[in-house]
């Protein structure tokens, strides 16, 4: 490379909850900068997820961390030619890639659901990936069935 590596920005925590977990989510569901109307969503499917889920013991910040982590991914497939073809090769993700690929995707199926406004669809796909269903965790299955399936290829790793 050329140039030196960017530095990693910090990112200030939350103002409700003091979590840098959660800026990081609202940041990509933040969209045309609109920070504070993203907050705002956030903060609505936790209410929306507290209301619903009243029986159980966990916090709402807890039952969405949760959701999180039943949705992040641990390998995943990478294109790669080798005299010709294509292989998928599985390999591991880093730590910051897993969080990343996690919050997108609940981010991008939250938006495809159906339903009013913004705030129900994320409540709704925060407690369908708790519950280990919905199309986050699909995809997630889908990734590691990919994986499973390419197992063979793991030699050709880069």
């Known amino acids: 490379m050329r140039k030196s590596k960017p530095k990693k920005r910090i990112l200030l925590p939350d103002p409700k909850f003091t979590d840098v977990l959660v800026t990081r989510f609202v940041n990509d569901l933040m969209v045309d900068g609109k920070k504070n109307v993203a907050y705002e969503i956030f903060y ?3 209410d929306i ?3 619903k889920m009243k029986d159980n ?5 807890e039952i969405w961390k949760k959701a999180l982590l039943n949705i992040t991914p ?3 497939v990478r294109s790669r030619r080798v005299g010709g073809a294509t292989f998928q090769i599985p390999q591991e993700i880093r730590e910051s890639r897993k969080v990343s690929i996690s919050i997108k995707n609940m981010i991008l199926y939250s938006r495809k659901r ?3 406004s913004m705030a129900e669809k994320l409540s709704a796909e925060i407690m369908a990936a708790y519950n ?3 199309a986050a965790y699909k995809k997630k299955e889908e990734t590691h069935r990919m994986a499973d399936a390419n197992k063979a290829f ?5």
């Not at 013991?57 to 910040?61: Q, Y």
């Not at 793991?154 to 880069?158: E, G, I, L, M, V």
């Open 44 to 46: 609505d499917a936790l």
């Open 49 to 51: 997820v507290s209301a």
């Open 57 to 61: 013991e966990l916090s709402a910040l």
């Open 74 to 76: 641990q390998v995943e």
């Open 114 to 116: 159906a339903g009013r």
């Open 132 to 134: 280990q269903e919905g």
């Open 154 to 158: 793991s030699h050709f790793r880069f």
